[in-house]
């Protein structure tokens, strides 16, 4: 019956529906009825789709004994872990504060890190049935990114012409209240949030979802469609696009993270030119060509610091411009005349009031004790508990911050560190953390893997999952949530790619030893 069930047609039609709704709905981080729900500033309109697709399909698919990609052992040994460490957190001197306990704390963080697994198994083992379910999943998810910078667009007009939030349409407004909570400060930004909580959150999907895939497909010159406009493909209009969205937005993290991604795909376009050069010069006898040593490092130096020329004065203009709009990066432009960066010592304190100059304080603080924290604790204090453990070991200077104030005396939450790795190293301990590198690496081993194919489709999901992984250590240093569903896409592309190129390449053992026999 159940069998008869899942192959019927409408019933696949279902899946592929609340399938599509998942990847299209991903902008929305933070609808209003379900922020109430969960009770945080974290609510994506996909999580509706995704448990009822959890709920008629990976459960039945579990059942009946459905095969999951070995990538996914890593995450859940640290699940285990996390749980153990969280448990001896209860014997520990951490004390309680602003009403909260150890067990609320971590429950809590559990559910976060449960909302997370909850995308990445579900999506991971649904594309893992078949090649073609993966191509959907990248048409979904390029529709769900046009349709945000098709929005961007028009706020960005909007803020042209207009000037201010305050001064939108009141219809602008009212569908913005309707689809995304969002807290004043926030709401009346000068910085662009499209349908996200906050701009952050805005860019981190630019960043770690469509970026990697759309870098990937231009530079290797492999499209997701047959379509061209001469010699330009879809991804060659979608990426400027996204980036203009992604501008507006004013990031500095996730700028890092693009231009990591970038310097990557330099270093292979560099290799790639250097070898045809080689190969030119070698044939070239009038020149009189010598393979020496010396040419080749000469040759392999010029070329990176023609690129490296490239990286920087890319890097130089933007900020020049986002300086117009952007006190922060005027900021940065105001260290970099002084020459304060020329003759800096590093040691914390001074770290700090560089940060402080740099508007980028309180995340530096929260760093710090973190860091604090894992020196006292090397094996953890429990999944979320860190907030427990800030007032002894934050640095001084951070009284200073209205925001750390607030936070200690205050607010209604306690503080977090604001930033994955040093929140796994607090909070989870070496182990843990050791545990989730592990993962990362098999994303990465298993990206290399999948760029060996043949198949357009999994070359640009090979190229596209290191470029991810590349940003998403960056921007580790920013995103400490695991319920952001953002982090997990590329990396269930990933993994069930990598599961599907498996059976592929065992089925085609299984045939060739049939007809050798």
């Known amino acids: 019956m159940l069998s008869s069930i899942i192959r019927s047609k409408p019933y696949q039609t279902i899946c592929t529906i ?58 859940l040994y640290f699940s285990l872990i996390a749980l153990i460490i969280s448990g001896g957190a209860f014997f520990l001197d951490g004390f309680y504060s602003r009403g909260r306990d150890f067990f609320d704390q971590s429950l809590r963080a559990f559910i976060t890190l449960g909302i997370g697994l909850s995308f990445y198994i579900t999506l991971t083992a649904y594309m893992s049935q078949r090649r073609s379910i993966i191509r959907k999943a990248l048409i979904f998810l390029y529709i769900g990114g046009t349709l945000n910078i098709i929005w961007s667009l028009f706020e960005i007009y909007l803020f042209q012409t207009r000037g201010s939030v305050q001064y939108f349409p009141q219809w602008v407004l009212d569908l913005k209240s309707a689809l995304v909570f969002q807290i004043p400060g926030i709401q009346y930004s000068y910085r662009l949030t499209g349908f996200a909580y906050e701009p952050s959150w805005f860019v981190l999907f630019f960043d770690l979802t469509l970026f990697p895939l759309w870098l990937s497909a231009v530079f290797q010159r492999k499209s997701l469609f047959n379509f061209r406009l001469w010699i330009f493909q879809i991804e060659d209009f979608l990426l400027p696009l996204g980036v203009i ?147 002894d070991r934050l640095n001084s200077l951070g009284y200073g911050s209205y925001e750390v104030r607030n936070l200690l005396y205050q607010a209604n939450n306690i503080i977090n560190v604001k930033s994955l790795w040093v929140r796994l190293l607090a909070e989870t301990g070496i182990i843990g953390f050791i545990t989730y590198l592990t993962w990362v690496y098999l994303l990465w081993r298993s990206s290399g893997f999948i760029r060996k194919s043949r198949d357009p489709l999994m070359k640009i999901v090979g190229l596209g999952g290191q470029i991810f992984i590349l940003a998403y250590i960056v921007e580790g240093f920013s995103v400490d949530s695991f319920a952001i569903p953002y982090q997990w896409i590329i990396a269930s592309l990933i993994s069930a790619s990598a599961l599907v190129l498996r059976k592929e390449r065992i089925a085609d053992r299984l045939s060739a030893a049939k007809e050798y026999t």
């Open 245 to 391: 969205a992604f501008a507006f937005g004013y990031p500095r993290i996730a700028l890092i993270a693009l231009f990591v991604g970038l310097i990557y795909l330099g270093l292979i376009g560099i290799n790639k030119l250097y070898q045809k050069i080689y190969r030119w010069l070698c044939n070239q006898k009038r020149i009189g060509f010598h393979d020496t040593l010396i040419f080749k490092v000469l040759l392999a130096l010029l070329l990176i610091l023609f690129f490296a020329s490239i990286i920087i004065g890319v890097t130089a203009a933007f900020v020049q411009i986002a300086s117009q709009g952007d006190y922060r990066y005027q900021l940065l432009i105001d260290q970099l005349q002084s020459g304060d960066l020329l003759d800096f010592e590093l040691t914390e304190t001074n770290i700090i009031l560089l940060a402080r100059r740099l508007a980028f304080y309180e995340r530096t603080l929260f760093w710090y004790g973190g860091w604090r924290i894992f020196g006292d604790y090397p094996f953890g204090v429990g999944v979320g508990n860190a907030g427990f453990y800030f007032v």
């Open 18 to 75: 609340l399938f599509g709704l998942l990847l299209i709905g991903l902008p929305f981080t933070s609808v209003p009825l379900l922020t109430n729900i969960f009770g945080s500033m974290t609510g994506p309109l996909s999580a509706i789709p995704l448990v009822i697709l959890m709920l008629i399909w990976l459960l039945p698919y579990l059942l009946r004994r459905g095969s999951l990609p070995s990538e996914i052992l890593p995450l």
